[in-house]
């Protein structure tokens, strides 16, 4: 077991992992944050994205000890106060989600795609999603949330 | 809620945003394998890597001393207790189908199949002792050739007499719904035209994105199952069918569930394990699987072989449909697996006017995983042969596709039309779907580019496909599915409970799994009852609430499963009616019903259901002998299904020289009757659209020579991402249904029948002036420029114009890099 310092959503923990602990699991069954989901086990399909220091990183391929020291946020840490995150509520005004499996990544990589590019075209917005994988919403609607994100989110 | 005057706008048409959003969006969702329960254990799976093997040892000693290990399970230790999986439907009643374990026992029949199950204290050392279990197997031929298969030769099951499970014939000269196809065929050899084409529809996998997860705990009274699953119901029922459990003891809750397309309408082998092991254990436990098991062990989809021979007369007239199929079961029959083709039997004749037609399909085994339910399920590939046929028809008589097609479709004046499979369309508008899909699509300038195109021997050319395709959606009718062999019914269940505070709780039969049930019955209910869409709340998915349902598949939901709804909210109004009149002291026959209330007719008294609903809770002051109670349930069964339509045109730009193909325009007018939410009817054609894509574009499960599936990975098996696709154009024409009181119909599956076949047609008609008439799907770079190449170099010149610039090496070309050299300016 190793000892790891982490912020999870604001919150910090101290707690003992397995060193071949993903950051996944270590979010799911040590932290409880289910929101954070798993979708395949090589990494294509973006579904475990969460921010590792404000960038989107898939959290299958990152070991809870190089979380280590760093502040992660997950779609559980993005409302506050009970308001929507403006890309929630870009994805719910714009029906850019279904079945909502893959929602909680596409929207990490969504914010970390326009925090990187604040005024993306809708080509750029389709490349920026390429790692994020949807099987329900032929991602019209996706791209369409994420391009009317563009003013609230920017900074 | 009082009585006022002042209601909202109707809520069925729409767009309400979807209540199921605030859940999904911030993490609050409860998916199975988010579910963690005291004591639990969790289990994994030891798979076969042999295609088709007998297991003549397992040693199980070094897992079972494994840390964290409490049991392990071999074929051998629950082949007693496991039963046999179901298959629910015999096609004909001579299907021949071998028993279908959920662990092997001693033979495997095809690489994934579980031969062990390991139960640990955490999901980690279950899968560290996986690694621990040595299985020894002596191979058997395997048999992975469905053509080759259908004839003979070696066995996928030892034990069957041959590997085909059932023959089905539809013909519509016996059924005496249309004439004897040979006949045509005889006709149209003098001087007609007779085309003959076989077309492979590739397997697919459904790859829903929440891997399948059980959770099982048996320390209560009823055995509680948690999965990821489209037919909670079935699995109660099949649970106590295969294991002989009480069905009453049994409660299955499928929470959560991160969609199914399909894939997950089944009773698994992983169900029944966990179940098994948690009995054992006496302790809940957990099973969920990696994206690698998923894709190996769950079922596939599609998988035939299509012979199609039209006949026509010279003027285009099609005369005769025939259709020869072999049907690839995989290994076994799951719970559908046997029907799929068959769903697709009547549908062959799609939207047109053939008089003669005749269906047979051949159902073969083979060392492969089992298929079954995918997205539209037999009709998908239907569609893809007719349409691909109208086209062949239309390049040889030499017009428009869209020119054909309209020389033979069904007429808008014409329905109610009985076809020539014996179905009845109630209603339909081809043309006008059609005319505006040109419209909004720029068909005539896309054509006037093509041509250019073609004049100036561009390297990039444009491809125009068209699918007009129809379904039968909405399974029900119950009738029909028993006269088809089906052992279950087709109806749906819905119940209302009318709660003290003025609140509605909708139970539905029908389980959704994305399609956003939660808003659109809220909305249908909203209208109906004369509530406000916040104050309906729709239960689902768990058989202890929703004690009645046949669940979520088949583009059933709406189309049954909201009419269960819609006759239980009458229901309530009809219970109510008597006690507003008492209450009201009036006449109940000069009480009218609207907006949410009760008013005596010619006056300004009134009743608001809340206000009913609360004096039916206290109960105080009841009519004689009436129930203190207006909650009501009904059960829907429809007479005939739902068949929405539509007109797909794709626009694809084909690079003659790499093979690759570009979606440039896809525009849909889909016909679906009313429109309840028309936000989440957009919602459910873009999904299914890119799925129907991919079928034409990307995937294919591929097995090697040895069985073993090769595209076991998200790396391998390429489901499509927002760069791979386009956005739409989407339209609507709306021809109501006649068979439901809302007028509505199934959408659920209707991109995804439509869009292949456009795709495909789009590709052979970008290249098609190089004599090529056909690439098979997934119409991969390499395919199109290997049939570029190879129609180039078998001497079929361009039968165009001015495409010498795009000259071809003179020998035979094989695909290898450098020979796409040209003389290319």
């Known amino acids: 077991m190793t000892r790891i310092s982490i912020t999870v959503d604001g919150v910090g923990h101290t707690d003992d992992v397995e060193p071949r602990t993903l950051l996944v699991h270590y979010l799911r069954e040590q932290r409880g944050k289910t929101g954070t989901v798993v979708g395949c086990d090589t990494s294509n399909c973006g579904a475990c994205t969460v921010h590792l220091d404000g960038t989107s990183v898939k959290s299958c391929t990152v070991l809870a000890v190089q979380a280590d020291g760093h502040e992660v946020t997950t779609v559980e840490g993005l409302a506050v106060d009970g308001t929507l995150h403006p890309m929630q509520q870009a994805f719910h005004e714009n029906h850019a989600l279904q079945c909502g499996y893959c929602t909680p990544g596409m929207l990490m990589q969504s914010i970390d795609l326009l925090n990187n590019n604040p005024h993306p075209t809708e080509q750029e917005v389709r490349e920026g999603l390429e790692g994020n994988l949807c099987r329900c919403t032929g991602y019209q609607n996706i791209v369409k949330a994420v391009l009317s994100a563009v003013e609230g989110v920017a900074s | ?825």
């Open chain 2, 1 to 825: 809620m009082t009585a006022t005057d002042e209601r909202p706008a109707l809520e069925v048409g729409a767009p309400r945003r979807r209540k199921e959003d605030q859940r999904l969006l911030t993490g609050r969702t409860r998916w199975t394998d988010n579910i963690t329960l005291p004591g639990m254990l969790h289990l994994a799976m030891v798979r076969s890597p042999m295609a088709h093997a007998r297991i003549t040892a397992i040693n199980t000693d070094a897992a079972k001393s494994s840390t964290g290990v409490v049991a392990v399970y071999t074929g051998a230790d629950l082949a007693d207790e496991q039963g046999g999986l179901p298959n629910a439907w015999a096609i004909v009643p001579d299907q021949v189908a071998p028993n279908h374990p959920s662990i092997a026992v001693d033979t495997v029949s095809f690489a994934g199949e579980v031969v062990a199950v390991i139960v640990a204290r955490t999901a980690a050392e279950a899968r560290d002792a996986v690694e621990l279990v040595d299985v020894e197997y002596d191979e058997l031929p395997v048999v992975l050739d469905l053509e080759a298969a259908s004839k003979g030769g070696d066995l996928t099951h030892a034990e069957l007499e041959s590997n085909v499970s059932a023959h089905f014939v539809f013909d519509s000269a016996e059924a005496g719904t249309g004439d004897n196809v040979e006949d045509a065929i005889a006709a149209s050899r003098d001087g007609g035209i007779l085309l003959e084409r076989t077309f492979r529809q590739q397997r697919l996998i459904p790859a829903f994105m929440e891997p399948r997860s059980i959770v099982v705990d048996p320390t209560a009274e009823q055995l509680t199952i948690w999965t990821s699953t489209q037919v909670p119901h079935f699995v109660r029922v099949f649970t106590a069918l295969v294991l002989g459990i009480p069905e009453s003891k049994i409660r299955v809750i499928a929470p959560d569930v991160g969609g199914g397309f399909g894939g997950k309408l089944q009773f698994t082998p992983e169900e029944v394990l966990t179940v098994i092991a948690a009995r054992h254990a006496g302790r809940p436990c957990k099973y969920t699987e990696s994206r690698s098991e998923s894709l190996m062990a769950a079922h596939h989809g599609r998988d035939q072989i299509q012979h199609v021979t039209l006949a026509a007369t010279k003027d285009g007239d099609v005369t005769a449909l025939k259709v020869e199929l072999l049907a690839d079961m995989g290994a076994y029959l799951g719970l559908v697996t046997s029907v799929i083709p068959i769903l697709g039997a009547y549908m062959y004749n799609g939207i047109y006017r053939f008089p003669a037609y005749h269906f047979s399909c051949t159902n073969v085994f083979t060392n492969k995983a089992w298929t079954d339910a995918y997205r539209g399920a037999g009709r998908p590939e239907a569609t893809y042969a007719i349409e691909r046929m109208m086209d062949e028809l239309a390049a040889e008589l030499g017009v428009d596709p869209i020119k054909v097609r309209e020389q033979n479709w069904i007429k808008h004046e014409q329905f109610p039309f009985t076809t020539v499979a014996g179905l009845e369309y109630d209603s339909g508008n081809y043309e006008a779907a059609t005319a505006k899909a040109k419209e909004l699509f720029g068909y005539d300038d896309l054509r006037a580019e093509q041509r250019r195109r073609r004049e100036s021997g561009d390297q990039v050319q444009l491809g125009i496909g068209i699918s007009t395709f129809t379904e039968m959606c909405g399974l029900a009718p119950s009738r029909w599915l028993g006269e088809q062999g089906y052992v279950g019914g087709g109806w749906e269940h819905a119940s209302i409970r009318m709660l003290p505070t003025g609140k509605v709780e909708v139970i539905a039969g029908t389980s959704p799994h994305g399609q956003g049930h939660e808003t659109a019955w809220s909305q249908i209910v909203a209208d109906r009852l004369g509530v406000a869409f916040d104050d309906v709340e729709v239960l689902h998915g768990d058989t202890q609430i929703s004690t009645r349902g046949l669940d979520t598949y088949g583009s059933r939901s709406l189309t049954v499963g909201a009419m269960a709804v819609v006759a239980a909210v009458d229901k309530v109004i009809d219970k109510a009616r008597p006690i507003a009149a008492h209450l009201l002291e009036a006449n109940p026959d000069d009480l009218e019903y609207a907006g949410g209330r009760f008013g005596v007719k010619g006056t300004d008294k009134g009743l608001g259901m809340a206000e009913i609903a609360f004096a039916v809770f206290q109960a105080h002051n009841m009519p004689a002998g009436v129930e203190p109670s207006i909650d009501a349930e009904a059960t829907f069964d429809p007479d005939n299904f739902s068949f929405p339509h539509g007109t797909h045109l794709c626009a694809v730009e084909v690079d003659t020289e790499t093979g690759e193909v570009k979606i440039r325009n896809y525009t849909c007018v889909d016909d679906i009757g009313k429109v309840v939410n028309p936000l989440i009817v957009e919602g459910q054609v873009h999904g299914g659209l890119v799925q129907g894509i991919a079928q034409a574009l990307w995937e294919e499960a591929l097995y090697d020579d040895s069985g073993t599936l090769v595209t076991g990975s998200f790396v391998d098996y390429l489901v499509p991402s927002a760069a791979d696709v386009p956005s739409f154009t989407t339209g609507r024409t709306e021809s109501p249904a006649t068979s439901n009181v809302l007028g509505v119909k199934g959408v659920g599956e209707a991109g995804t029948i439509a869009s292949t076949p456009a795709v495909v047609n789009a590709v052979v008609d970008a290249v098609r002036h190089f004599g090529i008439n056909d690439i098979q799907m997934p119409c991969t770079p390499h395919r199109v420029w290997t049939a570029i190449q190879n129609a180039s170099a078998g001497d079929n010149t361009p039968r165009d114009v001015s495409f010498e610039d795009n000259a071809v090496p003179s020998h035979n070309a094989e695909v290898s890099e450098g020979s796409s050299e040209g003389g290319q300016a």
